[in-house]
């Protein structure tokens, strides 16, 4: 089976900044897409940024310009860095790999969610 751990989330003061970590582990051949989704209390999950492998990222508007997504394919890991935030930003933070094909899997592809991790923005 696929696991993604995440780590590096918090508490910040607005302006501050963390870095969240995912890594997928598993028999996993190869992942396409590797990002991040948020949850605030009583909205609903939202894309933040997502990276397909060789892909350019996409980023959520309300993170452009502050967020910055990475990938490293031979980890099978997901990197954001997240600067200037912001109150909105609390949420719990979720990893997502999409369109993962491991050994026990064959042809077919999966989507896999972590745990979450939670962001606290506040002075």
């Known amino acids: 089976q696929v696991q993604l751990v995440e780590s590096g989330g918090g508490s910040v003061q607005p302006g501050g900044s963390l870095r969240l970590s995912c890594a997928a582990s598993g028999s996993i051949f190869s992942i396409y897409g590797m990002g991040w989704y948020r949850q605030a209390p009583g909205k609903e999950r939202e894309l933040v940024a997502r990276k397909t492998r060789g892909g350019s990222p996409d980023y959520a508007d309300s993170v452009k310009g502050r967020f910055a997504i990475s990938r490293d394919n031979a980890k099978n890991t997901v990197y954001l860095q997240m600067n200037s935030l912001q109150p909105e930003d609390t949420a719990v933070y979720y990893c997502?790999?999409?369109?993962?094909?491991?050994?026990?899997?064959?042809?077919?592809?999966?989507?896999?969610w972590g745990q979450g991790t939670q962001v606290t923005v506040s002075s």
């Open positions: 997502k790999a999409d369109g993962v094909f491991t050994a026990a899997t064959g042809d077919a592809a999966y989507d896999y």
